[in-house]
């Protein structure tokens, strides 16, 4: 009889965390810097079939702004009621698929990504992004919960995440080497070829000289050893550019 009901428990216990596990809002982690705003990947997934989401994120610092949520490229991108409604340190966050629209199927992936800015003289800190339920009288409420298409509701597990915003210097971000100033602030050979341009071709400069001083040496410009720098750290398994904290 013991073996039974200990059968039945562990089983229940199964139950209780595949489900938990299931249906999940999770907010990624993401580092940023003094001189760039805060983008934040948000990601859901359902393990049944939703006729909306609805998100309530908060992060826990004065200094810092809400600025937009960005449904783009997300699950929920091709709802046509979809929006957000800022309070102070507080976004409400909604998707629901109108009329005909096809329901939110099962599955899991971005729901957007959320951007925050602050002034350039803020402190590094850690940001703390969380959830929280947020009541305005007589009976309006906001939290975070999955709607069924019974229309009921579920409130999903949540998992925080964090910004790391770190010191920027500036218009150098992370580690030297974007010299073409692309999105991608990882040396590639799109700024290698950047750089010859400039350098041989007649090409423009780089929009931020620090970036292009790959070895730190002779600059804030750069010069034909920062493209053999490149050249080596892209090719020939040599050292990384500099980080933009390194200063001469």
Not at 59 to 65: A, F
Not at 118 to 125: E, M
Not at 146 to 174: A, N
Request: net charge negative.
């Amino acid at each position: 009889m013991r073996t039974w009901i200990s059968f039945i428990f562990v089983a229940l216990i199964l139950l209780t965390v595949n489900t938990q596990a299931a249906n999940i809002v999770t907010v990624d982690s993401a580092i940023s810097f003094t001189n760039t705003a805060g983008k934040i990947p948000v990601n859901f997934t359902n393990d049944v079939t939703l006729s909306g989401v609805e998100l309530v994120i908060w992060q826990n610092s004065p200094e810092v702004q809400i600025d937009s949520f960005s449904f783009i490229g997300g699950r929920g991108a091709y709802t046509s009621l979809k929006g957000e409604l800022i309070m102070g340190d507080t976004i409400s966050i909604y998707a629901i698929p109108f009329s005909e629209e096809p329901r939110i199927s099962p599955g899991t992936g971005l729901l957007g990504h959320l951007y925050l800015s602050y002034n350039i003289d803020i402190t590094p800190r850690v940001l703390t992004i969380d959830t929280l339920t947020v009541f305005f009288p007589p009976d309006v409420e906001y939290s975070t919960k999955f709607l069924e298409p019974t229309r009921s509701y579920f409130t999903p597990d949540f998992v925080k995440g964090y910004l790391d915003i770190q010191q920027g210097f500036g218009c150098c971000i992370g580690i030297r080497g974007n010299a073409d100033n692309s999105a991608d602030q990882s040396p590639n050979v799109a700024d290698l070829v950047f750089m010859v341009n400039a350098l041989f071709k007649g090409g423009p400069a780089p929009d931020c000289p620090m970036e292009a001083d790959v070895n730190n040496i002779d600059g804030p410009g750069m010069n034909v050893a920062d493209l053999v720098y490149m050249v080596n750290a892209i090719f020939k398994g040599g050292p990384s550019p500099l980080p933009c904290t390194v200063e001469q």
